[in-house]
């Protein structure tokens, strides 16, 4: 065997040819081109002039010889006949332990002028794990909010939604979870989000010690729909890294709607049809490509928190239908709460945990389910009482919800900064429910 044989197979494997089309049609944000010859998902540069930069754009359909691709970016300065060149690969984020502290754009570059971050890559376009490969979720995961770890437990791997209309306050929920939680990182992805708002977050929602262990990744409201369909994508991917190297994630996504409506906006402009509320087919067949991929996995796992943010206060519109459907639970977030000054406005009995079961002691359980019903009797008759319709002794168990409301509002209440632990937090929902303290 010569000492050049290794050579002479690099050279006859290297791709000499670079392939370029060139830009037919513009319309909106989509760019239409004659070649190259490329593969859905693959990323294309779009040549403007030798002193722009080059717009990045990721092909999204293919009709014949003509490809279709979204920026990533602006398409200010792209004219009839800009070269289109294609890289030969998918979009990939770097990823490491330098991504801790770190805020992140929609294509995993660093944004908080803090530097390059080096490391490997990985693929951001890939599949959920096998199934079968998924060990069973058997531990709770403690968020530090009361009205969560007592009445709705979430378990290790487990996926939850938070639904909510505009102004109730899932971003400070989402930044309470991100500080007080037990998880070892915090991965927030914050999709079509105002760019008002981000700072804010930041500095007071989840303040120094939470930005200390997490990642950010921001695509804000103006960005185009493809920055924000992919930076969802990218917090997941980033999330898949720390989950397998052993450790257990957090993953607050803020928010599915808009991470949907940037895939309508995709659909839509491709020539998909629209279907449901003028959503195409696509944006429901995506949704599942990004839920299913948190969970857990052969070592560590990915706790999701998921916000939707439904329309008119309607917790059965599309998105938020197709979304409850395939997570392990849902946390609902009242609007009546929140008027009461109840924060976290959590309504917890029309909030469902999947596994809650299966996490908690049989004792915190039946706690928990008592105090349900509590709260359930003193809501059918509430009527009666604010009207002063109800006598007391007429029935005991109104009574006793009367009596133990003021406890339970106290319970599911918390500060924005109180941090509860799950020991606090069992104890005083035992003692609700009559039953003294827990076992140490």
Not at 12 to 19: H, M, S, V
Not at 103 to 124: E, F, Q
Not at 147 to 166: N, P, T, W, Y
Not at 204 to 215: I, K, M, T, Y
Request: charged share 25%; with cysteine.
């Amino acid at each position: 065997m010569s000492v050049f044989d290794k050579y002479t197979t690099v050279v006859e494997r290297t791709e000499t040819i670079r392939y370029i089309g060139r830009v037919k049609r513009v319309q909106g944000l989509l760019i239409e081109s004659e070649g190259p010859q490329a593969v859905v998902g693959e990323v294309c540069q779009i040549e403007i002039s030798p002193d722009e930069p080059m717009v990045w754009g990721e092909v999204v359909g293919l009709r014949g010889k003509t490809v279709q691709l979204m920026p990533f970016t602006e398409i200010d300065g792209i004219r009839i006949g800009s070269r289109v060149v294609a890289t030969g690969g998918t979009l990939r984020v770097p990823v490491g332990e330098d991504l801790l502290g770190r805020v992140l754009g929609p294509l995993g570059k660093p944004v908080d002028g803090r530097g390059s971050i080096g490391g490997s890559v990985r693929p951001v376009l890939t599949t959920p794990p096998d199934p079968l490969d998924r060990p069973t979720i058997v531990e709770q995961l403690v968020t530090g909010v009361r009205a969560i770890d007592g009445m709705v437990a979430v378990g290790k791997g487990q996926r939850l939604g938070i639904f909510s209309g505009s102004g109730i306050g899932k971003s400070t929920l989402i930044g309470m979870v991100a500080r007080n939680t037990r998880a070892d990182v915090n991965v927030i992805a914050l999709i079509g989000e105002r760019g008002r708002e981000v700072r804010e977050f930041i500095e007071n929602d989840l303040g120094p010690e939470g930005l200390a262990r997490s990642v950010i990744v921001v695509s804000t409201s103006n960005s185009p729909p493809l920055a924000r369909l992919r930076g969802a994508f990218v917090a997941t991917t980033i999330a898949e890294y720390f989950r397998d190297t052993g450790k257990d994630v957090m993953l607050l996504f803020d928010s599915v709607t808009r991470f949907a409506r940037a895939q309508r906006e995709i659909g839509l402009a491709t020539g998909e049809a629209p279907a449901t509320r003028g959503f195409p087919p696509s944006a429901f067949s995506l949704l599942p490509k990004l839920l299913e991929r948190s969970g857990t996995g052969k070592v560590g796992s990915i706790t999701g928190f998921y916000s939707i943010l439904v329309e008119g206060d309607d917790m059965d519109e599309p998105v938020a239908d197709t979304v409850r459907g395939i997570l392990d639970g849902h946390l609902v977030l009242s609007r009546h709460l929140a008027q009461r000054y109840h924060y976290p406005a959590i309504d917890v009995l029309d909030s469902v945990s999947r596994l809650a079961t299966k996490v908690v002691p049989k004792e915190v359980q039946e706690a928990a389910g008592y105090v349900r019903r509590l709260l359930a009797t003193y809501r059918e008759s509430e009527d009666l009482i604010n009207v002063g319709a109800y006598a007391k002794g007429s029935n005991a168990e109104i009574d006793k919800a009367i009596e133990a409301l003021p406890t339970i509002n106290a319970f599911l209440q918390q500060q924005m900064t109180e941090k509860a632990t799950i020991e606090e937090t069992r104890s005083r929902l035992l003692q609700i429910a009559g039953r003294g303290a827990p076992d140490a």
